[in-house]
C-alpha cells in the first residue's frame, strides 16, 4: 500500500508542477512581446529625442546624426532584451503567484511518507480551492456589487 501511495504522490507533484511551469511559460511568453514592444517604444524616443536637437547648424553633422539615428533604430539587440526581461519578469511573477503550489508540488516529489503525502493533499486542496473561486465564483467578489 505505500508504494501506491508514493506513486500516487509523486504523480500529483509532477501534474502540479507542470501546470505550474506551463503557466510561467505562458505568462513569460505574453510578457516578453511586451517587453520588447515597450523597449522598443523607449529606445524610439530616446533616438527621436537624439535626432530632433541639433548642437550646431552643419551639413555634415546633421548628416552624421540622421546616419547615427538609422543606425541606432535598427539595433536588434533593443527589442532582443526587452524580450529577455519580459519573458524572466513574466515567469517570476507566475512562480511568485503560485508558490504554493509550488511547494506543495516540490514536497510530493522530493520527499517521502508523511511529508509527500501532505504535499500531495496540499496541491488536491490549492486545485479545489481554484476550481471554486475561478471556476464557480466561490468568494469572488465583482467590483460592480460596490456600493460607495
Known sequence: MGTLANVVCKAVGIAGMGAVLYD???LGS???SRGAA???ANHLTDVVAAQRTATTDS???SAIQNKVSDLRMSNPLVPLW???QGFVNGT???LGNNIIPVICSTLALLTKGFTSKLGAWGLVGCGVYTI???GFGIGKHSPMDKQS
Open 59 to 61: 551639413y555634415v553633422s
Open 132 to 134: 471554486a473561486k475561478e
Open 24 to 26: 510561467a511559460y505562458t
Open 38 to 40: 515597450k523597449a522598443t
Open 92 to 94: 517570476l511573477d507566475s
Open 82 to 84: 526587452g524580450r529577455v
Open 30 to 32: 505574453i510578457k516578453s
